[in-house]
């Protein structure tokens, strides 16, 4: 129970920033932090791999492609969490869909 309080955010008591969903809308919010951190692994798996074909001499063409899809991937989570001037990350201002 204690784990599943922390993993929704409940030891949490500050109040919400503008524009932040109800505490309905964290299980949501929890499914995208996986997300976002498998998409960041990923692109640093990217990088590495990236790495690791240029120092063996391989095609360049691949190392710059991977290198560039590995920026996208980030500069796209960064977008998402990153928060504005009101304090407020996109993600959380992302309508749920109810299910």
């Given at each position: 129970?204690?784990?599943?309080?922390l993993?929704?955010g409940?030891?949490?008591?500050?109040?919400?920033?503008?524009?932040v969903?109800?505490?309905s809308?964290?299980?949501y919010?929890?499914?995208?932090?996986?997300?976002?951190?498998?998409?960041?692994?990923?692109?640093?798996?990217?990088?590495?791999?990236?790495?690791?074909?240029?120092?063996r001499?391989?095609?360049?063409?691949?190392?710059?492609?991977?290198?560039?899809?590995?920026?996208?991937?980030?500069?796209n989570?960064?977008?998402w969490?990153v928060?504005?001037?009101?304090?407020?990350?996109?993600?959380?201002?992302?309508?749920?869909?109810?299910?």
């Amino acid at each position: 129970m204690l784990m599943g309080a922390l993993l929704l955010g409940a030891w949490n008591e500050q109040p919400a920033a503008a524009g932040v969903p109800p505490e309905s809308a964290m299980p949501y919010r929890c499914d995208m932090d996986v997300i976002f951190s498998v998409v960041v692994l990923a692109a640093f798996a990217l990088l590495g791999g990236a790495w690791f074909q240029w120092r063996r001499e391989g095609a360049v063409k691949q190392v710059w492609l991977m290198a560039l899809l590995a920026v996208i991937m980030l500069a796209n989570v960064a977008l998402w969490t990153v928060p504005d001037k009101n304090g407020a990350a996109p993600m959380d201002r992302a309508e749920v869909s109810p299910e």
